[in-house]
T-cell receptor
Framework: GAGVSQTPSNKVTEKGKYVELRCDPISGHTALYWYRQSLGQGPEFLIY????????DSGLPNDRFFAVRPEGSVSTLKIQRTERGDSAVYLC???????????FGEGSRLTVL | AQSVSQHNHHVILSEAASLELGCNYSYGGTVNLFWYVQYPGQHLQLLLKYFSGDPLVKGIKGFEAEFIKSKFSFNLRKPSVQWSDTAEYFC????????????WGLGTSLAVNP
């Protein structure tokens, strides 16, 4: 597709469950970012990939969060043992080069009951 | 800690009114500066950016922003707003040399009444 695609658009899960969120970036974009946005807040950086490797994962809040990008294209954000505080919109963005000029997907809204 | 402050959380204007949204940041070094916009039901998209050069930058849809280094500010302006400008506006700062993180403001919700 022409833009960044994120699935699912909405995910409702129960506390303690495992969740995977997928991001399909714009073709050819080598840089991929995950952000998290809570209501009334700006996006919060989670992790940045350059190619297949996580160049900076300093924003991941704890070891329940993990992300992969095995072939340098699609990325999956994985959350184990979800907690109610994980509820947010998870945003994926890509960029042809690693600058602040990002192309965002529409986000995956996660609700943990 | 580095931070970005957007002074107005909610702004309501009538069509044709002028707009100025404030953005200040706390970082002593060189920065790249951005304004992003999120229209209702849509994804975040870049409105304009400043890397270097002329501190007055022009973006899409008639928006402009001025970088004032001495004031650590990057305010967004538009001379005459339209109903279609109703959206959430985010200021973001990237310390130069950091090609990863953007530091975001909390956003300003703009409602333009027809």
């Amino acid at each position: 597709g022409a833009g960044v695609s994120q699935t699912p658009s909405n995910k409702v899960t129960e506390k303690g469950k495992y969740v995977e969120l997928r991001c399909d970036p714009i073709s050819g974009h080598t840089a991929l970012y995950w952000y998290r946005q809570s209501l009334g807040q700006g996006p919060e950086f989670l992790i940045y990939f350059q190619g297949t490797g996580a160049a900076d994962d300093s924003g991941l809040p704890n070891d329940r969060f993990f992300a992969v990008r095995p072939e340098g294209s699609v990325s999956t954000l994985k959350i184990q043992r979800t907690e109610r505080g994980d509820s947010a919109v998870y945003l994926c963005a890509s960029s042809p080069i690693p600058t602040g000029e990002l192309f965002f997907g529409e986000g995956s809204r996660l609700t943990v009951l | 800690a580095q931070s970005v402050s957007q002074h107005n959380h909610h702004v309501i204007l009538s069509e044709a009114a002028s707009l100025e949204l404030g953005c200040n940041y706390s970082y002593g070094g060189t920065v790249n500066l951005f304004w992003y916009v999120q229209y209702p039901g849509q994804h975040l998209q870049l409105l304009l950016k400043y890397f270097s050069g002329d501190p007055l930058v022009k973006g899409i849809k008639g928006f402009e922003a001025e970088f004032i280094k001495s004031k650590f500010s990057f305010n967004l302006r538009k001379p005459s707003v339209q109903w279609s400008d109703t959206a959430e506006y985010f200021c973001a700062v990237q310390p130069a040399g950091n090609n990863r993180k953007l530091i975001w403001g909390l956003g300003t919700s703009l409602a333009v009444n027809p």
